[in-house]
């Protein structure tokens, strides 16, 4: 049980971060191409792609979880292929390779029972991008949870994308910077299997602020 004064070991310090985008110059017209650009670009461009794009979808939780099955929805109109591209657990993946072999599978699946698609229509191409992220303080820290839960009120969507995403993911560390935080700094590791037990891709950024708040927030009878 955590009282209002329990202090931790060492501060948590929230960042925010923004993806500069940087074209790679490479663009698909159909699903063949889309296929042979995925096992081929760097793995910034399938993180960017899959991952970044929840920095997109601040307010409202997307209909697809990531660019590709964006593209095969609308510019393919492949529905079904679509589905199976959006339904991929990413939070499931260790590693970017793995992510990559896992869409790879899926697109020649679907190639090998299905004809192929038309091609995309003129300037509908999917255009293959990396993005360097620019990572700031944000002038916000906590040394109790009552101060943790404050902060997270306040700062931008970005800074719970980067330390549940970006963190992990970009940065190999072994699970979202708040748990680490809560297990090892503030000594809750009850807190943080609750944290790591979200599915962070069922929430848009601030739905998922809003589950964080829930599972943290202390209960009227003097616990969490």
């Not at 699946?109 to 991008?129: H, K, Q, V």
Request: hydrophobic residues 40%; glycine residues 6%.
């Amino acid at each position: 049980m955590t009282k209002p004064d329990d202090r931790a070991r060492r501060p948590f310090r929230f960042f925010e971060c923004t993806g500069l985008i940087r074209p790679t110059g490479k663009h698909a017209q159909d699903l063949s191409e889309l296929l042979s650009l995925i096992r081929i670009v760097d793995p910034g461009v399938i993180y960017h792609h899959t991952h970044q794009y929840f920095l997109k979808a601040a307010v409202e939780a997307p209909e697809y979880y990531n660019d590709f099955a964006v593209w095969a929805a609308r510019s393919l109109e492949e529905r079904a292929l679509a589905e199976k591209l959006a339904n991929l657990d990413l939070y499931a993946f260790s590693g970017i390779e793995k992510v990559r072999a896992a869409l790879t599978e899926i697109v020649v699946s679907y190639l090998g029972e299905n004809p192929a698609p038309r091609p995309a229509r003129p300037g509908d191409a999917f255009y293959f991008n990396d993005a360097v992220t620019i990572v700031a303080e944000s002038g916000f820290a906590a040394e109790s949870l009552p101060a943790f839960l404050e902060a997270l009120d306040r700062v931008g969507t970005s800074s719970v994308y980067f330390h549940f995403f970006e963190a992990r993911f970009r940065l190999r560390r072994p699970a979202d910077d708040f748990s680490i935080w809560i297990e090892g700094d503030l000594g809750r590791p009850d807190l943080a299997r609750k944290i790591r037990g979200l599915d962070p891709y069922q929430y848009s950024l601030e739905g998922l602020r809003g589950r964080i708040r829930s599972l943290l927030r202390p209960d009227p009878a003097g616990g969490v």
